[in-house]
């Protein structure tokens, strides 16, 4: 875990299956920023390491009769017994101050890939419940949170009496995962229809998403506020 006199950790989550995508210049971009503002990146994406979405029994040795997942984390965190992949993505976590969730918006939602990482690896017992509670008594409280997207759709879709509000699609991503489990959400940064840009446009916008990340590092972080 970083501390205040070593470079604080940005832990980028990228779900996109192209590598020469928007989407992955975007996430690229936005890790060198943060690299430049003094951050330690660490960049897991998910389709490159063929990350495997679902929540299953398989994930658990000691799971018999009756599968309960959650019940299952809680024992396997306890007893030191989860998955070795999925407990190596929970050390990367719970040792960033920030979390960058890098996607494109697909059914105004996460990709599957990406929902199932966080089924996996926000493990009950080990950043909520348990030992811990939820919101601002969750594991991950005092770190910070963000979200990374792309749109197939313009910016003037998502309105109410077309697509609808995006702070009514994002809120259960927001609320119910990253503020659930403690950390202080940032505002997201999103590019819209990049698949309906001129190259110069995608530049320029490529731009802008430098531009935010760069604001957004050099932002107070609660962690460093904790300690003054």
Same mark, same amino acid.
């Given at each position: 875990?970083?501390?205040?006199?070593?470079?604080?950790?940005?832990?980028?989550?990228?779900?996109?299956?192209?590598?020469?995508?928007?989407?992955?210049?975007?996430?690229?971009?936005?890790? /060198? &920023?943060?690299? #430049?503002?003094?951050?330690?990146? !660490?960049? @897991?994406? *998910?389709?490159?390491?063929? +990350?495997?979405?679902? $929540?299953?029994?398989?994930?658990?040795?000691?799971?018999?009769?009756?599968?309960?997942?959650?019940?299952?984390?809680?024992?396997?965190?306890?007893?030191?017994?989860?998955?070795?992949?999925? /407990? &190596?993505?929970? #050390?990367?976590?719970?040792?960033? !101050?920030? @979390?960058? *969730?890098?996607?494109?918006? +697909?059914?105004?939602? $996460?990709?599957?890939?990406?929902?199932?990482?966080?089924?996996?690896?926000?493990?009950?017992?080990?950043?909520?419940?348990?030992?811990?509670?939820?919101?601002?008594?969750?594991?991950?409280?005092?770190?910070?949170?963000?979200?990374?997207?792309?749109?197939?759709?313009?910016?003037?879709?998502?309105?109410?009496?077309?697509?609808?509000?995006?702070?009514?699609?994002?809120?259960?991503?927001?609320?119910?995962?990253?503020?659930?489990?403690?950390?202080?959400?940032?505002?997201?940064?999103?590019?819209?229809?990049?698949?309906?840009?001129?190259?110069?446009?995608?530049?320029?916008?490529?731009?802008?998403?430098?531009?935010?990340?760069?604001?957004?590092?050099?932002?107070?972080?609660?962690?460093?506020?904790?300690?003054?």
């Amino acid at each position: 875990m970083s501390t205040s006199d070593a470079a604080p950790v940005a832990l980028i989550v990228h779900a996109h299956p192209e590598p020469h995508s928007f989407s992955t210049a975007q996430m690229t971009t936005a890790a /060198q &920023a943060l690299r #430049d503002a003094g951050y330690r990146v !660490d960049v @897991l994406d *998910l389709y490159s390491d063929a +990350w495997a979405p679902t $929540l299953a029994r398989d994930d658990f040795a000691s799971a018999e009769g009756y599968f309960k997942p959650q019940a299952e984390q809680m024992r396997a965190v306890k007893d030191g017994t989860l998955d070795a992949t999925v /407990q &190596a993505h929970l #050390d990367r976590l719970l040792d960033a !101050d920030l @979390l960058v *969730l890098s996607f494109p918006l +697909w059914w105004f939602s $996460l990709p599957a890939i990406l929902k199932g990482w966080v089924d996996r690896v926000f493990a009950m017992g080990a950043v909520f419940g348990g030992d811990y509670g939820l919101f601002g008594d969750a594991a991950l409280a005092g770190k910070r949170a963000m979200l990374l997207f792309t749109t197939g759709g313009p910016s003037e879709m998502f309105q109410p009496g077309i697509f609808g509000s995006m702070d009514d699609f994002l809120f259960h991503i927001h609320r119910g995962m990253l503020e659930f489990v403690g950390y202080q959400v940032l505002d997201p940064v999103i590019t819209y229809g990049p698949a309906h840009m001129a190259d110069q446009e995608r530049a320029a916008a490529l731009e802008m998403v430098k531009e935010s990340i760069t604001r957004i590092a050099a932002g107070p972080r609660p962690r460093d506020a904790s300690l003054v």
